[in-house]
């Protein structure tokens, strides 16, 4: 049988403390409140008033002509490639991306192309694999037609794609004819830590997306951004597997909510982080990658327990962390704030110095 995820172990604790993920937060009271107010319209008819002004602000945002409302950042993903591509195609992206690794085989399901994993460390790689990646126009060989980026590179442990590596693999792949692709599901935490315009920082993009539940508190709701031409063949997509909406202005509000309230702020979750990352890093056994965004990855060494019984015992004490192999992330958001980073600190230094 394949993993489900369980119901919550009614002999574990509340969950107190949830450095989960960034997409565990709880819509606020104001955003609930705007979400109620919101002027709605039939989404897929073009008549919800607030799922356009989201889609022209985000469009504006991103420096794009055009952009359409989604409920997850997956289908995204899942669209932009079934648009970009045609079946047989080669898709290039990083080993660790989310499209290859938590998209369930989508793009080869539903698009029928095949993922080809670059390496590089946190996530990225120069223009140089790609070139190396990137074989002559042949009959026998799959047709190379698009390159995805990830901003920042989830398992690359919330790592910036630096301006001019962007700039510099989108041109490479422009020049053997490659359209280009941003899993943009945390760009915005990019875009706050860089101190670069989220417009700029897609420029080099034919297709970018931003995912309004991870960390910017929504509770769904993703936008697609592209040309004209691109999101009219998108939305082609979108009705046939079924992502076209109808009142869905509900909860486009709790997006543009999100715009105002939830971006800047996000400086704070990136300071939180760097602030357990240097508690955890005084641990002895700790390999601690340092922080560019939200997200804390940590490789307990030597004689220290394991990821998993250290994960076990925190959720004993009320405290939720996620454990990739050997490695426990920590990700800070708004529902997580400095008090809670540093009793999650404390507890994990009783928790591994216990037998
Ligand atoms: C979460 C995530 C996705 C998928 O977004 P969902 O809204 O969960 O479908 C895609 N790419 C990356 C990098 C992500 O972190």
């Given at each position: 049988?394949?993993?489900?995820?369980?119901?919550?172990d009614?002999?574990?604790?509340?969950?107190r403390?949830?450095l989960?993920?960034d997409?565990q937060?709880?819509?606020?009271?104001?955003m609930r409140?705007?979400m109620a107010r919101?002027?709605?319209?039939?989404?897929?008819?073009?008549?919800?008033p607030?799922?356009?002004a989201?889609?022209?602000?985000m469009?504006?945002l991103?420096?794009?002509?055009?952009?359409?409302?989604?409920?997850?950042?997956?289908?995204c993903?899942q669209?932009a490639i079934l648009t970009?591509?045609?079946?047989?195609d080669?898709?290039?992206t990083?080993e660790?991306a989310?499209v290859?690794?938590s998209e369930g085989?989508?793009?080869?399901?539903l698009?029928g192309?095949?993922?080809?994993?670059l390496?590089?460390?946190r996530g990225?790689?120069d223009?140089?694999t790609l070139r190396?990646?990137i074989?002559?126009r042949?009959?026998?060989?799959?047709?190379?037609?698009?390159?995805?980026v990830?901003?920042?590179?989830?398992?690359?442990?919330g790592?910036?794609?630096?301006?001019?590596?962007?700039?510099a693999v989108?041109?490479t792949?422009?020049?053997?004819g490659l359209?280009?692709?941003?899993d943009?599901?945390?760009?915005l935490n990019?875009?706050?830590?860089a101190?670069?315009?989220p417009?700029?920082?897609?420029?080099a993009?034919d297709s970018?997306?931003?995912?309004?539940?991870?960390g910017?508190?929504a509770?769904?709701?993703a936008?697609?951004?592209?040309?004209?031409?691109?999101?009219?063949?998108?939305?082609?997509?979108?009705?046939r597997?079924?992502g076209a909406?109808?009142?869905a202005g509900?909860?486009a509000?709790a997006?543009l909510?999100?715009?105002?309230?939830?971006v800047?702020r996000l400086?704070?979750?990136?300071?939180n982080?760097?602030?357990l990352?240097?508690g955890?890093?005084?641990i002895?056994?700790?390999?601690?990658?340092?922080?560019?965004?939200?997200l804390v990855?940590?490789?307990?060494?030597?004689?220290l327990p394991t990821?998993d019984?250290?994960?076990?015992r925190?959720r004993?004490?009320?405290i939720?962390?996620?454990?990739?192999?050997?490695r426990?992330?920590f990700?800070t958001?708004?529902d997580v704030d400095?008090?809670a980073?540093?009793e999650?600190?404390?507890?994990?230094r009783?928790?591994?110095?216990?037998?």
């Amino acid at each position: 049988m394949v993993f489900a995820p369980a119901p919550p172990d009614p002999a574990l604790p509340p969950v107190r403390i949830n450095l989960f993920s960034d997409t565990q937060t709880r819509p606020t009271a104001a955003m609930r409140e705007a979400m109620a107010r919101a002027p709605v319209g039939d989404e897929q008819l073009g008549d919800d008033p607030t799922v356009n002004a989201l889609c022209e602000r985000m469009a504006r945002l991103l420096g794009n002509e055009a952009a359409m409302f989604l409920p997850t950042g997956t289908m995204c993903n899942q669209i932009a490639i079934l648009t970009h591509c045609r079946p047989g195609d080669e898709v290039l992206t990083h080993e660790d991306a989310h499209v290859i690794n938590s998209e369930g085989g989508g793009a080869a399901a539903l698009a029928g192309v095949t993922l080809t994993g670059l390496r590089g460390a946190r996530g990225q790689f120069d223009a140089e694999t790609l070139r190396a990646a990137i074989r002559p126009r042949r009959r026998y060989a799959p047709d190379q037609t698009l390159l995805i980026v990830e901003q920042t590179a989830n398992h690359g442990g919330g790592a910036v794609w630096p301006l001019a590596a962007l700039d510099a693999v989108a041109e490479t792949a422009g020049a053997h004819g490659l359209a280009t692709h941003m899993d943009g599901a945390r760009l915005l935490n990019a875009t706050v830590a860089a101190g670069i315009a989220p417009d700029r920082m897609a420029r080099a993009m034919d297709s970018v997306w931003l995912d309004f539940t991870k960390g910017l508190g929504a509770p769904l709701g993703a936008v697609l951004c592209g040309s004209a031409p691109f999101i009219d063949a998108a939305w082609r997509w979108k009705q046939r597997i079924g992502g076209a909406m109808r009142q869905a202005g509900m909860c486009a509000a709790a997006c543009l909510h999100a715009l105002d309230h939830h971006v800047e702020r996000l400086a704070e979750d990136h300071a939180n982080a760097r602030h357990l990352a240097a508690g955890l890093a005084a641990i002895e056994g700790f390999r601690v990658q340092i922080p560019e965004t939200n997200l804390v990855f940590v490789e307990p060494g030597g004689s220290l327990p394991t990821a998993d019984t250290i994960a076990s015992r925190l959720r004993q004490r009320g405290i939720l962390v996620s454990v990739f192999g050997n490695r426990l992330r920590f990700c800070t958001h708004l529902d997580v704030d400095r008090a809670a980073v540093d009793e999650a600190l404390d507890a994990v230094r009783r928790d591994v110095s216990a037998a």
